[in-house]
């Protein structure tokens, strides 16, 4: 059901979008920002305003996009590096900051 | 004030609860941090139509907060506005909670339906003084704006419905928009773009000038350049934050920091607090207007129980004689 952001984002980060979210989910790793699943309430506003239209609801992704459905969530669930817990669900990405640091799959994507 | 429900939040889920205490012979207070009734789908999209409406092929969201009010008016139900139940203590018989309007509401129960959370406006730091001396986040009556050089900031339905409504009787009205693109409704950008209001996009408003009122505002575009327009009436139409609010400190059991836990009932952990619609989670759980109408069914017949334990919790057929009727 969340919304996802897929690869157009990578080396962007426009972020545009984190000023639209109205439940502050959208958290910034460091080539990319991530929306957080769980807190995520489906309302769309971000990927109206997304410039390069990264953003699509997790069933309407095209298949080779799919992967970040995951990579998504597992920016949230797994350990990222150099941190010592997972981030969870802080209830808003105001009260994180810049997380800094990517998932593996986005710290290894090939750069343009 | 007394009564035997207190129902946290007017979106459809709310008003719907509103209804069906009604129904149980309930008198019932419905408070709402915003200023009109609605909720999510009143602030975020009014006109957006919605399809999975039990019987409406087709409703938007206005004509669902409009027909919800009229069900659940028909049994007088208190709608407390603009105002927030804050904190919540135990009485012997029930509860009492404080509002941040310094309101004193005992109930035998609360329904919480709040669905996202409590909606703030978001702030445009810029004018942040001026808030009350010019600048808005509503606006709640058009002629206050008559006469005005009027500045609507945001790309959003609002901004536009706004832009389009206060054009009419402003001296100029100006749109100013930190973007390109725009969310709003494309007919309604239309139709703002042709009643001539001044658009200005890729732009910020960066300072607010006048004491102790608006007289004037800086604007910035993409490219550094700042500009003076003269701006007597500023309304900030950038959408809302919404959180779970003083709600996190009841003591009730959450899910994901985010959703509050209930059973099959509807109970929270906190005996007299039940929890219906987008703001509860439990395995299975569907977050959907007709989910929370059939949510909110159960926990308003079973306060009822717990309010009187001799009634039954069927609450018998809405087409039943013995059932009241709509007045």
Request: hydrophobic letters at 45%.
């Amino acid at each position: 059901m969340p919304y996802v952001i897929g690869s157009a984002c990578i080396d962007v980060n426009d972020k545009a979008c984190v000023d639209e979210c109205p439940v502050d989910c959208i958290y910034e790793g460091d080539r990319k920002s991530y929306i957080n699943p769980r807190e995520c309430i489906d309302c769309g506003a971000c990927m109206a305003v997304c410039p390069v239209e990264a953003i699509a609801q997790d069933f309407r992704i095209s298949p080779e996009e799919m992967v970040f459905v995951d990579d998504n969530r597992t920016f949230f669930d797994e350990v990222l590096t150099g941190r010592s817990e997972p981030i969870g669900t802080p209830g808003g990405a105001a009260t994180v900051g810049r997380v800094g640091v990517d998932t593996p799959l986005v710290a290894d994507w090939p750069r343009a | 004030m007394h009564t035997d429900v207190l129902i946290v939040g007017a979106g459809p889920v709310g008003l719907y609860g509103a209804y069906y205490a009604g129904v149980r012979g309930l008198r019932t207070v419905v408070i709402d941090s915003l200023e009109e009734p609605g909720g999510q789908v009143a602030a975020m999209y009014p006109e957006k139509p919605i399809y999975d409406i039990a019987g409406f092929p087709s409703v938007t969201g206005r004509q669902l907060i409009d027909g919800l009010l009229e069900q659940a008016g028909n049994f007088d139900p208190m709608l407390v506005l603009n105002d927030v139940a804050e904190s919540v203590k135990r009485s012997t018989d029930g509860l009492i909670i404080q509002t941040a309007q310094g309101r004193t509401v005992t109930t035998s129960a609360v329904v919480i339906a709040g669905g996202i959370g409590k909606f703030t406006p978001r702030p445009l730091p810029a004018v942040a003084d001026y808030i009350g001396h010019g600048a808005a986040f509503f606006v709640p009556h058009l002629e206050a704006h008559r006469g005005n050089d009027v500045v609507i900031v945001g790309g959003g339905d609002s901004a536009f419905d706004w832009a389009l409504a206060l054009n009419e009787i402003a001296a100029s009205t100006t749109l100013v928009h930190r973007r390109a693109k725009f969310t709003a409704h494309a007919a309604t950008i239309q139709a703002v773009q042709r009643a001539g209001v001044r658009i200005v996009t890729d732009a910020e408003v960066v300072r607010g000038n006048g004491s102790p009122r608006l007289e004037s505002i800086d604007i910035m575009t993409k490219d550094g350049n700042v500009s003076t327009i003269p701006c007597t009436s500023l309304v900030a139409a950038l959408g809302f934050l919404a959180d779970l609010g003083p709600v996190r400190a009841w003591g009730l059991e959450l899910h994901d920091n985010r959703h509050i836990t209930v059973d099959s009932r509807m109970q929270t952990s906190v005996e007299r607090i039940f929890a219906a619609g987008d703001i509860v989670d439990y395995p299975g759980k569907v977050r959907l207007i007709s989910v929370g109408f059939g949510e909110i069914a159960t926990a308003i017949n079973n306060a009822a129980i717990l309010i009187d334990p001799s009634a039954s919790l069927f609450p018998g057929h809405s087409t039943d004689a013995a059932v009241p009727v709509a007045v």
